[in-house]
């Protein structure tokens, strides 16, 4: 049976966390002190112990000073309360999960079933980077070079963990692939991975869908309806795009991750949200933060382990391995085998990626449509034949010059790198915003109002375009405002 070891010098609280782990099929033990604790460690190794942190002869932290005392043991952290400090400091030292005093049922039962030794998931990053460089993949990502060698030892440093991950990086690098990884390699993988696009659903309807409704909650509300946080239980919700989250649903939001418990839209019960939440974003957070995008507090809630996704731009090594994967997943799929040529591979590391791997695999499809053979050439594909490497290393279109502004090139898609296009000027010491504003309505007029297009060109979502836009014209409408005053 599994053996489970408590340590807690709280009498009453631990004959109460005994009979309940009993019950769950555990063996268990009892230690009221540090001393204690190594003693029955040593006698007998736990699968799990719960931990509390005040322990009459010191911290329960200090358990941690020998890495071999609990190396094969998954420890939970018992805690007065809940904090971002506790969350960093079991994150540094170890520690898989903690529980907040009084402990709830539900989540000390998810805890327990989602036990798993260390050596367990150790042993599976381990197999994942000794085939690393044979495979090309890491999970669900793919790439070798040393930016992404930097992700993958961050999934792996976090996966095993419950903390919080905010994923930040430009639309299509890859963000929902990091947290479904993380996924796959943590407790909860036998549980749902679900992900909601915060920027897809209409601002009426994201809370109901999030945290469900109860039947007549409103008009059309003719039945109650589970929201993302039930549907995840015990496993993942990943929110990408959560910068277009209404604020006023951030802070419900943020309710639901210090207490762990929510209500459907139109219920006064509570009911318990054992969810790992993963965020995502693309634009900058402390930017997004000063916009009015996100709540200070919110960020800091979730940004407990951060990921910063490369742009494909700074990884152009990975373009022939990744193109070749998706060259053979299309291939299988259609039933017919291609390859590219040499050349093809070499052009594809000449292009900036704009629209990083989502237009990189895009460009892979319509390649594979339009070439006759069993060969790809680089016909069809994203010419950028010319550029210099640091050029390349630059933001998408973005060419910062030596004089007192900068030239910001409307991207063509496939167009030949000698039609330099139309550009925008930028004065130097403007914000990233206000060069985001201009390149995005400059593209906009350059492909003569074609949102699809203008989205497909800039990497971005049209939703996301639709959003930006809608912003820009409520800054204008403000702008107009204030100078009539």
């Known amino acids: 049976m599994t053996h489970a070891l408590i340590v807690d010098d709280d009498v009453d609280s631990v004959a109460t966390l005994q009979e309940l782990i009993a019950s769950e099929k555990?063996?268990?033990?009892?230690?009221?002190?540090?001393?204690?604790?190594?003693?029955?460690?040593?006698?007998?190794?736990?699968?799990?112990?719960?931990?509390?942190?005040?322990?009459?002869?010191?911290?329960?932290?200090?358990?941690?000073?020998?890495?071999?005392?609990?190396?094969?043991?998954?420890?939970?952290?018992?805690?007065?309360?809940?904090?971002?400090?506790?969350?960093?400091?079991?994150?540094?030292?170890?520690a898989a999960d903690y529980l907040v005093k009084p402990i709830n049922i539900t989540q000390l039962q998810g805890v327990l079933s989602r036990v798993m030794k260390p050596a367990a998931l150790q042993a599976e990053v381990a197999d994942l980077n000794a085939n690393l460089a044979q495979s090309g993949h890491f999970g669900l990502l793919w790439g070798r070079t040393p930016p992404m060698q930097r992700i993958y030892d961050q999934i792996s440093r976090v996966a095993g963990t419950s903390v919080s991950v905010f994923i930040n990086g430009e639309s299509g690098t890859g963000k929902e692939l990091v947290a479904q990884t993380v996924h796959d390699l943590s407790r909860r993988r036998k549980k749902p991975f679900l992900a909601v696009n915060c920027g897809a659903i209409s601002p009426n309807l994201i809370e109901s869908e999030i945290f469900g409704h109860e039947k007549g909650a409103f008009t059309g509300a003719d039945k109650q309806h589970e929201g993302f946080f039930e549907r995840a239980s015990g496993g993942t919700l990943f929110l990408d795009e959560l910068t277009e989250m209404p604020l006023e649903l951030q802070v419900k939001l943020l309710r639901v991750l210090e207490t762990g418990r929510f209500m459907r839209v139109g219920s006064t019960t509570t009911l318990d949200a054992d969810v790992r939440v993963i965020a995502a974003s693309n634009r900058p957070l402390l930017q997004a933060v000063q916009a009015g995008k996100l709540r200070e507090d919110l960020l800091y809630r979730l940004n407990v382990f951060p990921i910063e996704m490369p742009p494909l731009r700074?990884?152009?090594?990975?373009?022939?391995?990744?193109?070749?994967?998706?060259?053979?997943?299309?291939?299988?799929?259609?039933?017919?085998?291609?390859?590219?040529?040499?050349?093809?591979?070499?052009?594809?590391?000449?292009?900036?990626?704009?629209?990083?791997?989502?237009?990189?695999?895009?460009?892979?499809?319509?390649?594979?449509?339009?070439?006759?053979?069993?060969?790809?050439?680089?016909?069809?594909?994203?010419?950028?034949?010319?550029?210099?490497?640091?050029?390349?290393?630059?933001?998408?279109?973005?060419?910062?010059?030596?004089?007192?502004?900068?030239?910001?090139?409307?991207?063509?898609?496939?167009?030949?790198?000698?039609?330099?296009?139309?550009?925008v000027t930028m004065p130097l010491g403007s914000s990233m915003a206000q060069v985001e504003k201009a390149f995005i309505l400059a593209t906009l007029q350059h492909y003569k109002h074609h949102k699809e297009q203008t989205a497909a060109v800039l990497g971005i979502s049209l939703k996301t375009l639709y959003n930006r836009l809608k912003e820009y014209a409520a800054e204008d409408a403000a702008a107009a405002d204030k100078a009539e005053q």
């Open 26 to 94: 555990f063996t268990v033990s009892v230690a009221h002190t540090l001393r204690d604790a190594r003693r029955h460690i040593a006698l007998q190794q736990p699968d799990v112990v719960l931990l509390d942190l005040q322990l009459p002869d010191g911290n329960g932290m200090e358990l941690f000073q020998d890495p071999q005392l609990v190396a094969n043991s998954e420890v939970v952290l018992i805690t007065g309360h809940a904090s971002l400090d506790t969350s960093i400091q079991a994150l540094r030292l170890g």
């Open 314 to 423: 700074e990884r152009l090594d990975d373009v022939p391995l990744l193109a070749d994967h998706f060259l053979r997943g299309i291939g299988a799929k259609e039933g017919k085998s291609k390859r590219f040529t040499a050349k093809a591979l070499a052009q594809l590391q000449t292009y900036h990626w704009p629209g990083n791997v989502r237009e990189l695999r895009n460009a892979v499809q319509r390649a594979y449509v339009m070439a006759s053979g069993d060969s790809v050439d680089e016909q069809w594909l994203p010419r950028g034949e010319g550029v210099e490497p640091a050029a390349a290393a630059a933001p998408a279109g973005v060419v910062a010059s030596t004089a007192t502004a900068m030239s910001v090139a409307a991207p063509v898609a496939s167009a030949p790198a000698e039609s330099s296009g139309p550009s």
